[in-house]
Nanobody, 115 residues
Framework: QVQLVESGGGLVQPGGSLRLSCAAS????????MGWYRQAPGKQREWVAI???????RYVDSVKGRFTISRDSTKTTVYLQMNSLKPEDTAVYYC?????????WGQGTQVTVSS
């Protein structure tokens, strides 16, 4: 199991921006793919974005054009740049890795978009 440390959450106004980071332990092979889920109050957990060496990046429709997922050169840290934030983006955001054999999760970081 990969250990993940998330940071960058906080309180922002609608239209603002945040950049989430998630640093993973282990090698790039053990880490595999990296991405983000989120869970809003009273809602089920929702997949948001993924970055993969084969197919690149993919996003849920609701964040396309606003969010950008990326990784550093070592492929051990994933970022989620969130622009034009909306109140409906308010959620706990969870980083994850998927090696093809096991799924690992971060502890979650709170993102609140409110006036």
């Amino acid at each position: 199991q990969v250990q993940l440390v998330e940071s960058g959450g906080g309180l922002v106004q609608p239209g603002g921006s945040l950049r989430l980071s998630c640093a993973a332990s282990g090698t790039s092979s053990s880490i595999g793919d990296m991405g983000w889920y989120r869970q809003a109050p009273g809602k089920q957990r929702e997949w948001v974005a993924i970055i993969n060496s084969r197919f690149g990046t993919r996003y849920v429709d609701s964040v396309k054009g606003r969010f950008t997922i990326s990784r550093d050169s070592t492929k051990t840290t994933v970022y989620l740049q969130m622009n034009s934030l909306k109140p409906e983006d308010t959620a706990v955001y969870y980083c994850y890795t998927d090696s093809g054999l096991i799924r690992s999760w971060g502890q979650g970081t709170q993102v609140t978009v409110s006036s």
